[in-house]
Nanobody, 123 residues
Framework: QVQLVESGGGLVQAGGSLRLSCAASISIFRFDTMGWYRQAPGKQRELVAGLSSDGSITYTDSVKGRFTFSRDVAENTINLEMNSLKPEDTAIYYC?????????????????WGQGTQVTVSS
């Protein structure tokens, strides 16, 4: 069974930093894509940073220059380094991995999610 487990959330003052980690129960290279999403109260879940199958990393505009996505092959984790945190970064952060299944002509993607970790930034 594929599992993703996040860690590293917490309470921090504006301007501070946090590092999130996501440990996978299978090799992270077995995922087609991996990413970090967040969901604030009353808002839709949004992609914060993602690693595509071609190795490119994308960030939502609001975190560019402040957040850094990385992979740790030895630890089999993906990480999100968050600096210069703002109150609007407050949300539950989720780790996501997508795996393709089925023949090429009928390929489907299955989403795997972690349980989420709370990040709260006080002003």
């Amino acid at each position: 069974q594929v599992q993703l487990v996040e860690s590293g959330g917490g309470l921090v003052q504006a301007g501070g930093s946090l590092r999130l980690s996501c440990a996978a129960s299978i090799s992270i290279f077995r995922f087609d894509t991996m990413g970090w999403y967040r969901q604030a109260p009353g808002k839709q879940r949004e992609l914060v940073a993602g690693l595509s199958s071609d190795g490119s990393i994308t960030y939502t505009d609001s975190v560019k220059g402040r957040f850094t996505f990385s992979r740790d092959v030895a630890e089999n984790t993906i990480n999100l380094e968050m600096n210069s945190l703002k109150p609007e970064d407050t949300a539950i952060y989720y780790c996501n991995g997508k795996r393709s299944q089925g023949p090429v002509e009928r390929i489907v993607y299955v989403d795997y999610w972690g349980q989420g970790t709370q990040v709260t930034v006080s002003s």
